[in-house]
């Protein structure tokens, strides 16, 4: 290499310069892919802190919670769905994706509602976006949050009188969701 001429150990060098560093980048690169498509498959089970004021209400079974607030009647809701899938088969609809398509589908099916982002509430190893929906008799916040397989919506709903208690209540919807974790949870056995 001392016999190189300068010009032909410059352009050697501009040669393994970006290859030495761009081995461990695509290495790298590879694990981080290989970690998110594995994480992305996953299901979870969430946890959460109900406050005592509310009051349990009769559910269907694709409902987790139902509770309502005796002092404004404004009723608080859980969902979650999981796919059971080794990989994710809707990557686009994470939590940004997901709540961008449920104010599209407000906006074209729904007419006479509004849609718009409300925010963001961070929790415990998840983030939910917030929605709120509006029409004349209701307003309905939901808030959507993906981690792997796992979608949770859990949303805040009031109707004639306790419309008005939608505001006012934002904080303590806000506090509720963050209480909320999620462990993961094998379900290859179902």
């Known amino acids: 290499m001392d016999g190189d001429p300068p010009r032909r150990r410059a352009l050697r060098a501009s040669v393994l310069l970006p290859a030495i560093c761009l081995v461990p980048l695509a290495v790298g690169w590879t694990k981080y892919h290989a970690y998110r498509e594995k994480e992305d498959s996953k299901n979870f089970q969430p946890h959460f802190v109900i406050p ?18 005796p002092s404004n009647r404004l009723i608080f809701r859980g969902a979650v769905n999981q796919i059971i899938s080794p990989v ?14 449920y104010i599209d589908r407000t906006e074209q099916s729904m007419p006479g509602w ?13 983030k939910f976006d917030l929605i709120r929906r509006e029409r004349q008799d209701r307003i309905v916040v939901t808030a959507y949050a993906v981690r792997g397989n796992t979608t949770l919506l859990i949303t805040l709903f009031g109707l004639g009188k306790a419309k008005p208690f939608v505001d006012s209540n934002m904080p303590e919807f ?5 209480s909320f974790s999620l462990n993961e949870k094998d379900m290859s056995d179902l």
């Open 174 to 178: 806000q506090n509720f969701l963050q």
């Open 52 to 69: 005592g004021s509310w009051k349990a209400m009769p559910h269907g079974p694709q409902t987790l919670f139902k509770y309502q607030d």
């Open 114 to 126: 509004t849609a718009a982002k409300a925010g963001v509430v961070n929790a415990k190893g998840l």
């Open 88 to 101: 994710n088969p809707t990557p686009e609809l994470d939590t940004d994706g997901i709540a961008q398509f």
